[in-house]
């Protein structure tokens, strides 16, 4: 299939890091194999977890195929991941210039951030990675890869182009895409959603973004560090109004540091299109006021991609909201036919696409039974500072009846994080009530995501606080951190009871 058909806003501009990435995840001289008679799995959609089924069902000896439309690595490689953490670097690298007075560095021309570099050097960061996603790569792997549009014949038949592929057992692995809302005069004035978002190379010098969840608020922070004047609208009253509070609070702090405005409690009425940018019509509780910008980005949540698929001739239940039905172990309402990743998940996450893949190999193809809800999961939210969470909040394990105990740390009181000048975050920790047994933990610090697998290790693992307490940390660490939260659990066994025995024992030893 010739790729010259297809539409693919997120590799504009065609420059030659986006033609690399081309040739490697969707080449437009690819010729499909002929098709095997039948496969052990059929995997339609080439993003992370479909990447990962196709890959390990292949390693395990398999027959497989994997059917891709358009760029195989899916939103993580292409519009997600990828891309988004090459510029969030890019724009904590202009941060930290800007702090560098505060370590006696000083800085005389200031900060002046280039944009196009700023943008070639994820193209280049991402055509480099793609080679890991890429057809070739795949088919080296053992994988028939058929580069078209997919969808279900019947129950045990997938049609591609002109070829049909038969399968004793599929996984739908289609991803989701950005949400637009339906606000009037939106599609004609045009916006960016995460899809488009990557395609730009100058810089919008008013820029706003409708929704403070994660991406609002990564790409409203990176933006405003570049140098845009970022307006951020929540509808409700704070920014990632789904998590914990204060660690909210925290980000939020920062945000507005980096000169990001918020607008919290408003609606937008309407998007009018104009020879100066784009005019959005606020309502807040304060009235009304228009908004003028240059560009307007879309982060308000994401849809999956179930249309089109074939689903009804499959007997494969879905809606368009919720996505693809599926129990906990994955099964569709078709015995031969499972789902994993964003297309039938509620964690929208790589790593949890990643885990749900396995889940299905080890459940379509050996008989297992392992389940979606025995994944521990953790997830990070790459602001700086990052919010990283694992498990349950404290008011989740309250509405579930479980009484916990929080252990909180302040960075402030971590020495390297003093050091670093990275000290307004913290750490909380819960545990069920007088145990040690970890039930969730919230971690706001510069790199919170890289230490936030301890936690997630010691839960998994059932090792607890005690076991975090009883592991040598390197000094100085901000990790630290994690290792004080383990030592005042500690504490709390040293009763009155327990002390004035250790005394008396003490005493006599004396």
Not at 89 to 105: K, L, M, Q, T
Not at 118 to 142: C, K, T, Y
Not at 274 to 295: P, Q, S, Y
Not at 442 to 471: D, F, N, P, Y
């Amino acid at each position: 299939m010739d790729s010259a058909g297809l539409d693919l806003p997120q590799v504009q501009p065609l420059d030659r890091h986006n033609r690399t990435l081309v040739d490697n995840v969707h080449p437009p001289e690819w010729v499909s194999p002929e098709p095997q008679s039948r496969y052990n799995l059929v995997v339609i959609g080439a993003g992370t977890a479909g990447l990962v089924a196709a890959a390990v069902a292949a390693g395990m000896g398999a027959k497989v195929a994997l059917v891709e439309r358009e760029l195989m690595g899916g939103d993580c490689l292409n519009v997600g991941c990828v891309p988004s953490k090459a510029l969030i670097r890019c724009a904590r690298s202009a941060a930290e210039v800007r702090r560098a007075g505060e370590f006696g560095v000083r800085v005389p021309g200031g900060v002046e951030v280039d944009f196009p570099a700023v943008m070639e050097r994820m193209r280049r960061l991402r055509a480099r990675i793609s080679p890991n996603d890429s057809a070739a790569h795949f088919r080296e792997l053992g994988v028939d890869v058929f580069l078209g549009h997919g969808r279900f014949v019947g129950p045990d038949r997938i049609q591609v182009s002109d070829h049909t592929l038969r399968f004793a057992r599929a996984c739908i692995a289609t991803g989701a895409r950005a949400f637009a809302p339906p606000i009037p005069g939106l599609a004609e004035a045009g916006y960016l959603t995460n899809e488009t978002l990557f395609s730009l190379t100058e810089l919008p010098r008013r820029l706003a973004v409708i929704g403070a969840g994660p991406i609002g608020c990564e790409m409203a922070q990176a933006f405003a560090r570049f140098g845009s004047h970022v307006t951020l609208i929540e509808k409700t009253g704070r920014i990632l109004a789904r998590g914990d509070h204060d660690a909210a609070e925290r980000v939020e702090q920062a945000l507005v540091r980096d000169g990001v405005e918020l607008v919290f409690g408003a609606k937008v009425l309407e998007v009018n299109k104009g020879a100066a940018g784009r005019t959005l019509l606020l309502e807040t509780g304060g009235g009304r006021r228009e908004l003028e910008v240059d560009e307007l980005l879309i982060g308000i949540g994401r849809v999956p991609n179930v249309q089109d698929l074939g689903l009804d001739d499959a007997g494969v239940e879905y809606d368009t909201r919720g996505g693809v039905k599926v129990d906990d172990h994955l099964r569709t309402t078709s015995s031969r036919i499972f789902a994993a990743g964003d297309v039938c998940s509620a964690h929208k996450f790589t790593h949890t696409a990643d885990a749900a893949a396995g889940i299905v190999i080890r459940n379509a193809l050996f008989f297992g039974r392992s389940k979606v809800s025995a994944l521990t999961i953790p997830w990070c939210i790459y602001t700086d500072p990052e919010i990283a969470h694992v498990g349950l909040h404290a008011h989740e394990a309250e509405e579930r009846g479980i009484a916990v105990d929080t252990f909180t740390v302040e960075l402030d009181d971590v020495d390297r994080a003093v050091l670093d000048g990275d000290d307004e975050g913290s750490l909380k920790i819960h545990v069920r009530r007088g145990t040690d047994r970890i039930l969730g933990a919230t971690m706001v610090a510069s790199h919170a995501g890289e230490m936030i697998s301890e936690i997630t290790l010691a839960m998994v693992s059932g090792a607890g606080l005690k076991g975090i307490a009883g592991t040598i940390h390197p000094y100085p660490t901000q990790a630290e951190a994690i290792k004080r939260a383990s030592n005042l659990y500690l504490k709390t066994r040293l009763t009155p009871r327990v002390k004035r025995l250790f005394t008396r024992i003490l005493a006599w030893r004396r």
